[in-house]
């Protein structure tokens, strides 16, 4: 979904992950690789030398990698339905285990796009007591990081120019042809590896991985998208399903448009619950009055895209520069005392320096570099936009739906008073990824119509309440989709994702990771997080 462009272990960091350019793509990109249930591989000979891997483990390059961090690949056939047409190499990285005997834990932190390999690198610490029972392997997807990184080159700059304060939703025919230009650029730039990325795909890569780890089961921990991967998995290959959890739940049934307006009641009521916050607080920019508050920093944002401020490098921060940069700054409560004062910076002495920490940033390679599939990309190859142009790709290629351009431009006042009434704050923000999509070719409608009452061991599902990315609703409606095997554990925080900032969800999960024990159906962590339930439901391995 195209809220969690911040994946759940980078909220103190999101700086680099250049918001602004994710809201619209429209494309004229090579088919989507066709999805269905991925066969056995003693049903398939010609991917049986897929399944005969062992990763070799070995230091991991590129600069501020630790050094207690192992890493290596496995190679994944391009195209799953044509294994001789190519392959690519998927990059992988690894904590050790300090138990014997012990098995594998893989992760995903979300996105989509985003790296495993730096994301553990970064927040490691995070998982260090998994280690007590297993090798803490994360991955960097197809498309992702070092493994054939997608980029849309200068299609990225085109597509900021036209989803910030000077997009015309008055005249979206026009923004479409600019959006056709961009994706081009994106198709250019990304090599041919591009129509064969997607959840469909990368599902199937995960069975890879975990044959070469030497499990029989996948045990997976799944943030934000990584719980559409998680369950897309379940689906595709359900008796290879060992201790699955997913926090941050995703949708599996909803269009982007619908997603959307959820995404901005989300997000709508994380913003309500840090101006809860900030309006006992003595330095609150808004003052005192919680209601004021709330018409304050809509009438900030409107001011904002009116007439932007200039940043130290002469560029315009526009009020939609602003909400993309809130957004960042609303994925943990950690994080609210410097929204705080950058907003109180913002407001009182114009100065943008402090917000744009949260939205802007990034430095990284030129944008552009082409993809390679033919081995592990250098960390320092990976283009700037690597992030952002993975999410449109895995997003697009996951969702069947492609209205037509009369379509939108008929549907656009309407879905704009949908927005403005789910948020006035984030609803333009929003609106703009109806067109996200646009021509692009058809995605795939497996996950809607087949990642369903899977046939699993019982997973555990974490829902937020105060998520403003992945609503605490999609835990609920997705684990009625996935059946009787996923419990959801509710958990009355604020953030996005439970397990970096509840004590309750960190050790529920990681019990039931490490021991096989999972919550009563109905339990829940306390807003504070320090509590933690008990664990009658054993499970064995």
């Not at 080159?153 to 015309?168: E, K, N």
């Not at 939609?320 to 950690?334: F, G």
């Not at 739906?401 to 009369?406: E, G, I, M």
């Not at 549907?411 to 990824?433: C, I, M, N, W």
Request: hydrophobic residues 35%.
């Amino acid at each position: 979904m195209l809220a969690k462009l911040c994946t759940r272990s980078a909220v103190r960091r999101c700086a680099g992950t250049g918001v602004l350019a994710l809201a619209l793509l429209g494309s004229v990109l090579p088919a989507a690789a066709a999805a269905a249930s991925a066969p056995a591989p003693a049903d398939r000979p010609d991917l049986s030398r897929f399944y005969r891997q062992k990763v070799a483990w070995g230091a991991c390059a590129g600069p501020g990698m630790p050094r207690d961090m192992q890493c290596g690949k496995v190679t994944v056939p391009l195209d799953y339905a044509r294994p001789g047409t190519g392959t690519l190499d998927l990059a992988l990285a690894r904590y050790r285990g300090t138990g014997t005997p012990h098995h594998s834990v893989l992760l995903n932190f979300g996105g989509p796009g985003g790296a495993g390999v730096n994301e553990l690198a970064y927040d490691g610490q995070q998982f260090m007591g998994l280690t007590n029972g297993y090798d803490v392997v994360t991955f960097d997807p197809r498309g992702v990081g070092r493994s054939s990184p997608v980029s849309c080159g200068d299609g990225g700059d085109q597509t900021a120019a036209v989803t910030g304060a000077d997009a015309d939703l008055a005249h979206p025919q026009a923004l479409l042809r600019q959006l056709r230009q961009s994706a081009a650029a994106c198709a250019r730039s990304s090599g041919d590896v591009l129509p064969y990325i997607g959840t469909v795909n990368a599902a199937r890569d995960l069975d890879v991985i975990r044959q070469a780890l030497g499990e029989q089961k996948l045990n997976y921990l799944g943030f934000s998208y990584g719980t559409r991967l998680g369950s897309v998995y379940a689906a595709q290959f359900p008796h290879n399903v060992g201790r699955m959890a997913l926090d941050g739940v995703d949708t599996l049934t909803e269009s982007l448009a619908e997603q959307g307006i959820d995404g901005a009641r989300g997000q709508q009521t994380a913003l309500e619950d840090f101006l809860d916050w900030c309006a006992r607080d003595a330095g609150c920019p808004f003052g005192r009055d919680r209601r004021a508050a709330g018409d304050a920093v809509a009438g900030l944002v409107r001011s904002l895209d009116r007439r932007p401020v200039t940043t130290d490098g002469g560029d315009p921060f526009s009020g939609q520069d602003l909400v993309a940069a809130i957004v960042q700054a609303l994925y943990s409560k950690d994080l609210w005392p410097s929204l705080e004062r950058a907003l109180g910076s913002l407001t009182e002495d114009r100065d943008p320096r402090g917000i744009m920490g949260f939205a802007t940033g990034g430095a990284g390679p030129v944008l552009g570099r082409p993809a390679r599939h033919d081995g592990l990309v250098d960390p320092q190859d990976v283009p700037a936009d690597n992030l952002q142009a993975a999410l449109m790709a895995i997003n697009c290629a996951d969702d069947p739906d492609r209205p037509s351009a009369a379509r939108i431009a008929g549907d656009l006042k309407r879905l704009r008073a949908a927005y403005d009434e789910a948020s006035p704050v984030f609803g333009r923000y929003r609106l703009t990824q109806v067109l996200m999509c646009y021509g692009r070719p058809k995605g795939t409608d497996f996950i809607r119509t087949r990642v369903k009452d899977v046939d699993t061991p019982r997973m555990l599902l974490v829902g937020t309440r105060g998520d403003p990315a992945t609503p605490y609703p999609w835990a609920v409606s997705t684990a009625q989709r996935l059946g009787p095997a996923a419990v959801v554990l509710d958990n009355k925080g604020d953030g996005h994702t439970g397990y970096g900032s509840s004590v309750c969800v960190h050790r529920t999960v990681d019990e039931f990771l490490l021991h096989g024990s999972l919550p009563a159906y109905g339990s829940s962590c306390p807003a504070d997080g320090k509590e933690w339930s008990v664990f009658p439901n054993r499970i064995d391995r």
